[in-house]
């Protein structure tokens, strides 16, 4: 049974009669949880202008837990940042046009609390002073390393997991 149906030819959702509330939160006795307690998931914006890297990444980081955005452009990521406010930003080094140290520039600018990785096939000095340059860690691919993941949880921590819902008994 569906608990919300969408009108045909309008946006209107009707909520079906007797239908626990979607994005309410209540806690096991039934009483609702306040949208202020409410915890949401680790929010991680994945930036890479390869798209399997990108695919790859993405089930490895959604695997740990993470909610995970992932995009291919610089303006992607700029767009798609103020919409998910994310925790962190893990960014390939190359993004056409523009790339992972301007992206960690802006976000240092803009946003200084988010932390950001920058990611690469290969070590290079200059890439990591960069990359250190604007607050940002400097890791190197394959992200299959378990290095990553420790450098992923060193930014946020371990995966936040959102509030179970609990329909009021």
């Not at 007797?18 to 991680?44: H, K």
């Amino acid at each position: 049974m569906k608990p919300h149906l969408t009108m045909p030819h309008t946006s209107q959702t009707v909520r079906r009669e007797g239908a626990p509330r979607i994005g309410a939160a209540f806690r096991a006795s039934g009483t609702r949880v306040p949208r202020s307690e409410v915890r949401r998931r680790t929010r991680i914006l994945l930036v890479n202008a390869d798209s399997l890297s990108l695919l790859r990444l993405d089930a490895r980081l959604s695997d740990e837990g993470y909610d995970v955005t992932a995009v291919s452009t610089f303006h992607g990521a700029r767009e798609r940042f103020h919409s998910i406010g994310p925790d962190l930003v893990v960014a390939d080094i190359r993004l056409e046009a523009f790339n992972g140290l301007h992206l960690a520039g802006w976000v240092r600018f803009e946003h200084p609390d988010v932390p950001v990785i920058i990611t690469h096939t290969s070590y290079d000095h200059v890439l990591e002073r960069e990359a250190r340059r604007f607050g940002a860690k400097f890791v190197t691919t394959p992200l299959e390393n378990p290095e990553f993941m420790k450098h992923v949880r060193a930014a946020v921590g371990e995966p936040r997991r959102a509030e179970p819902m609990v329909q009021p008994g």
